[in-house]
Each structure stands twice: as C-alpha cells, then as structure tokens.
C-alpha cells in the first residue's frame, strides 16, 4: 500500500514493509561524507539481518578515510558501475533517500528513483525536502542523517539489530555532521552517544581513524592553503581559501584531501563566514560555513545552484576561480552588511 504523497504516513504499514524481505536500494548524495556514509551502511547493515537484499547506491566515490565503515567493500559506485546501479534501482521494492533533500543530489541516479515503482523513503535533515518520498522522516533539527537513522530503527522496532559495527557507522555520522560535537547539537544527539558507547562502541578508536589520520600530502596541503591561499575580509568577518586548477595538478588533490579546510578560517576571532572554493574539471564548487545567524543556505540557494544548512552548505557554478572569486567577493559585503555584525573586541 502506497501513502498519498505528501501527508503524515502512517508509520505502521512501514514497519510491515520492513519486515518482509524485498529488494532495497538505499542511495544517498554525491561527494558522500560521513554522515552520508554512516546513515546508509548502518541501516544497510541492520537490512540485510533482515534478510533484505539490500544494495547501497553512491553516486560517486568516497574518501579513503571511511574504508573501515561496515559494508563499504560491498557498495555500487555510479560513477564506475552504472548499468549495476540503474538495474538495481530497476529491481528495487522499497528505495531509502538518506542524508538529501532533492533528486538533483543523485545526480542521473535521480531520474531511476523517480521511475522507479518502488516505495521510497527519504530520511534526512537538510531544508526544504522535495516531496518525491512516500514517507518523509525530514528534521532539520536533527544533528545529522545518522541521529534519525538511530530512532528510525528504535521506531520500526529493530533495535535488537543495532550492533557495534552499527553503533560505529551511526557515531561516525553524528562526529563527522557535529563536528565532534561542537556544533549542530541537541540533547537527543548526547543521549544516543550515550547509547551507542554502552553498547561497547569503541569510540576513542573513531576519533583516531577520523581526525588523526591524515597523509603527510593534506596535512602540507592544509599548510598551503593557510599560507597561501587564503583571504580574510576582516570588516566583513569573512574569509576565502581558494583551489585552482594548476594546485589540483601539482598536489595531485583526491576525493577527502580537502576535507575540513574551510573550518579553519572560523577559527580566526571575529570570523563569522567562511568560503572555500575549488575549481574542478568542469565545474567550480563552493563550500561555505558559519558561526550563529548568518544564513549561508541562502547564499548557496540564490547564487550556487545548491543548498544544505543554515551554518554549512554547499554549492557549484560554471565559472573560473577568478571569476567566482570576484562574485564571492561581490556577495560577501552584501550578505554580511544584512546582519548587525558584533566584534568580540
Ligand atoms: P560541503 O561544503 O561539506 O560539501 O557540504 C556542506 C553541506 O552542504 C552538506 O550538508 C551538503 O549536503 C550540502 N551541499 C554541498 N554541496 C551541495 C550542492 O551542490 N547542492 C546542495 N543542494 N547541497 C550541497
Ligand atoms: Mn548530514
């Protein structure tokens, strides 16, 4: 039984569905990170004690950082296996959206989720879903896509299934949304940690493999960018680290090695809005973050194409550096001259 699109459904024929083993795709967005990664290989690992036969769909792939995640060895990349995608999302019964709010996210994949005949399910705590699920568990509340994913399990009755490996993906997902917990928090994101850690979750062992374990490249990497590339418009409390083509070639830059960069710009005092901005291939993308009111889902959604939170998003333009550099500059002073900007001192 398929819900009427768009209304508060009914949580009990899901838990039915659920139960009975079917074809599950669970795909979520491109560049995944890690609370993209812990959501679906949680839920994927608890599935498949359910017998389901459950296929995980990223658009493209990840970085090397989350290779110990549950399952990753097993997951279809698009990008490298596309007729393996499209047929399972051909085959699939029940198709699970986690940690995005539109088709666009998917990429070409969006278009086999909208074909397709399955019941879909979007779990997910960014702004403004679009309404292509037939259950909709969308919090923006919610400190990350891996929070929802615990309580989903609670909610359909399968916690029995939440195992260490699983405890790991979910705390994976709520450090790498959180920061570590510095932003992005509520109470029930400390009393699922709580839970996750009784289980026997080693998460000591998750904040080495997460945060301690760059290549000597990112860390130089990072050096550079801090030196040499980054920007700070101190009457605006903004700043801009910036990528271009010639330093991917000469770093040799890869999926995860720029990961984090845009946060040390929030580290400056005063600062309140930070850029980061690389040119690719074919596209120029834009991560942007922020400290307190200042809206830089905005920003991503008038000018980049994009979208994500209030305090971090992300978006893309086809423009050089140069020239996206200049519309950055431009937009800068009129977004931050919308707020009562506050020194500290
Ligand atoms: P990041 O800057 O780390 O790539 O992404 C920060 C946030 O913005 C994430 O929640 C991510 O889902 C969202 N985001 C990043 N790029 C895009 C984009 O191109 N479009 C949309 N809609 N959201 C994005
Ligand atoms: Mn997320």
């Not at 498949?48 to 036969?53: E, Q, Y």
């Not at 999302?89 to 959206?97: G, M, R, S």
């Not at 790498?176 to 029930?188: E, H, K, L, Q």
């Not at 890869?254 to 309140?272: F, H, P, Q």
Request: aromatic share 8%.
């Amino acid at each position: 039984m398929r819900p009427a699109k768009n209304k508060q459904p009914n949580m009990d024929s899901l838990r039915q569905l659920i139960r009975q083993p079917s074809h599950v795709v669970i795909v979520t967005h491109k560049n995944p990170d890690g609370d993209a990664l812990g959501s679906t290989l949680a839920l994927a690992a608890v599935l498949n004690k359910l017998l389901h036969n459950v296929k995980v769909v990223l658009p493209n792939d990840f970085p090397p950082v989350f290779n110990f995640l549950p399952g990753i060895e097993k997951v279809i990349i698009g990008e490298m296996n596309p007729e393996e995608a499209v047929a399972a999302f051909e085959q699939a019964d029940l198709i699970f959206c986690l940690d995005f709010n539109s088709l666009d996210r998917i990429d070409r994949f969006g278009l086999d989720v909208m074909a397709s005949r399955a019941i879909k399910v979007l779990i997910d705590h960014h702004i403004d879903p679009e309404p292509f699920a037939d259950f909709s568990i969308s919090k923006t509340e919610a400190s990350s896509t891996a929070e929802l994913i615990y309580d989903f399990l609670l909610d359909m009755g399968l916690d029995k299934y939440v195992d260490i490996p699983v405890a790991e993906a979910i705390y994976t997902g709520i450090l790498m949304d959180t920061g570590s917990f510095r932003y992005g928090t509520n109470p029930r994101v400390f009393e699922i940690s709580a839970e996750l850690k009784r289980l026997g979750m080693d998460d000591y062992m998750l904040q080495i493999r997460l945060f301690n374990s760059m290549t000597e490249k990112q860390l130089k990497l990072l050096g550079y960018c801090l030196a040499n590339r980054m920007e700070l418009m101190s009457e605006h409390q903004a700043g801009i680290i910036w990528l271009d083509k010639e330093d991917y070639k000469k770093w040799s830059i890869g999926r995860g090695d720029t990961e984090g960069i845009v946060n040390y710009i929030l580290m400056v005092r005063n600062m309140k809005l930070a850029v980061f901005i690389t040119e690719q291939q074919n596209v120029t993308k834009l991560s942007f973050r922020s400290k307190g009111n200042i809206n830089v889902q905005e920003i991503c959604h008038n000018y980049f194409n994009g979208g994500g939170h209030r305090n971090a998003s992300g978006g893309q333009i086809k423009a050089s550096i140069e020239d996206t550099l200049a519309k950055v500059k431009e937009i800068i002073p009129l977004t931050m001259n919308a707020y009562q900007l506050q020194h500290e001192q």
